[in-house]
């Protein structure tokens, strides 16, 4: 049995809660949140011991690993401290809202020696294991992405110095896919307003943006982001000549000249996650982890690089190109 805690039991933090409670090697020893109530709730559902300080948790109990669910701006150290624990992690994206701080947490990780993941669940979708496959052999040239939805009602969400914004916080996770398959991000230039939706109250984030990069492979791409609509939509367009690799929200198309093929998700990607993860510490196998922390790291380092191009006008490159 694996002894698993989980700081931050709302949001994200419930929903791993309902999936790590399904997993036959996992004991949930102990959940944390700032929240007593919810904390309480929680632990009484999964038989678990519960806190309010994840300090405390992490000094009392005996974790196999932890679950890091809070928002980006309330990191503090719990990774170092976990990982000088020797207990494993997975740290819920965004890693952190500064890049020299989540590097120095990076260092700390991979001196510990233990396994970290982060929290990019889309890697794990069936579809997006067909799409990488396609792709393995053929040269992209061109990206289309987009993340496109309504207004989260969260109040530190509206916060840029709280989340960072629609893109680091939320439509990262496209824009992780755009690397993940597509390849690693070099360059970039972006635009952002906050033009329709200032009637939000405490709202300073941008509600729009379009972001242009170009790959180390050499292909040019762009994506949309925001959150001006009624519904939601996400997805990624991958071209090269005679093909199309096409991921509209979890379901896939692959069109060539002579043939179109469809395929509809039919896993659970956040139970695929979980199992990975469980499974990457019994077999001390980290290739299991299709989104390492230090994946994480880069793709947080590409959102950020967008807010300062979007900030000062100017293209940005990346260091990790």
């Known amino acids: 049995?694996?002894?698993?805690?989980?700081?931050?039991?709302?949001?994200?933090?419930?929903?791993?809660?309902?999936?790590?409670?399904?997993?036959?090697?996992?004991?949930?020893?102990?959940?944390?949140?700032?929240?007593?109530?919810?904390?309480?709730?929680?632990?009484?559902?999964?038989?678990?011991?519960?806190?309010?300080?994840?300090?405390?948790?992490?000094?009392?109990?005996?974790?196999?690993?932890?679950?890091?669910?809070?928002?980006?701006?309330?990191?503090?150290?719990?990774?170092?401290?976990?990982?000088?624990?020797?207990?494993?992690?997975?740290?819920?994206?965004?890693?952190?809202?500064?890049?020299?701080?989540?590097?120095?947490?990076?260092?700390?990780?991979?001196?510990?020696?233990?396994?970290?993941?982060?929290?990019?669940?889309?890697?794990?979708?069936?579809?997006?294991?067909?799409?990488?496959?396609?792709?393995?052999?053929?040269?992209?040239?061109?990206?289309?992405?987009?993340?496109?939805?309504?207004?989260?009602?969260?109040?530190?969400?509206?916060?840029?110095?709280?989340?960072?914004?629609?893109?680091?916080?939320?439509?990262?996770?496209?824009?992780?896919?755009?690397?993940?398959?597509?390849?690693?991000?070099?360059r970039l230039y972006a635009d952002m307003g906050l033009l329709v939706m200032d009637d939000i109250p405490d709202l300073d984030i941008p509600d729009v943006g379009m972001i242009q990069f170009t790959l180390d492979n050499g292909a040019f791409g762009h994506m949309q982001t925001g959150f001006i609509q009624f519904d939601h939509r996400t997805g990624i367009e991958l071209m090269g000549r005679n093909f199309r690799v096409t991921l509209d929200g979890t379901t896939l198309t692959i069109t060539e000249p002579d043939k179109e093929t469809i395929y509809r998700s039919k896993t659970n990607f956040y139970q695929r996650e979980t199992d990975a993860f469980v499974r990457a510490i019994q077999q001390n196998d980290r290739s299991l982890i299709l989104a390492s922390y230090e994946d994480g790291m880069k793709t947080l380092e590409a959102t950020l690089a967008a807010n300062a191009s979007a900030a000062s006008g100017l293209p940005v490159l990346l260091k990790q190109g």
């Open 1 to 186: 049995m694996i002894n698993i805690g989980v700081i931050g039991a709302g949001g994200i933090g419930a929903i791993h809660l309902k999936h790590l409670g399904k997993h036959p090697d996992v004991k949930v020893a102990a959940i944390c949140d700032t929240n007593r109530t919810l904390s309480e709730a929680q632990s009484a559902a999964c038989g678990a011991a519960s806190y309010t300080d994840a300090h405390e948790m992490l000094d009392k109990e005996r974790l196999d690993a932890v679950y890091v669910c809070v928002p980006p701006f309330c990191h503090g150290d719990l990774e170092e401290t976990a990982a000088a624990k020797g207990v494993h992690l997975m740290v819920e994206k965004p890693l952190g809202l500064d890049m020299e701080t989540v590097r120095r947490k990076a260092e700390s990780i991979a001196e510990s020696g233990i396994i970290a993941a982060s929290g990019y669940c889309l890697r794990y979708m069936d579809t997006v294991a067909i799409a990488k496959q396609y792709l393995s052999d053929k040269k992209v040239a061109m990206i289309r992405a987009h993340y496109l939805t309504v207004p989260v009602d969260t109040p530190w969400w509206r916060k840029k110095a709280l989340s960072g914004g629609q893109l680091v916080e939320q439509s990262t996770h496209t824009l992780d896919l755009v690397r993940y398959l597509g390849g690693e991000i070099v």
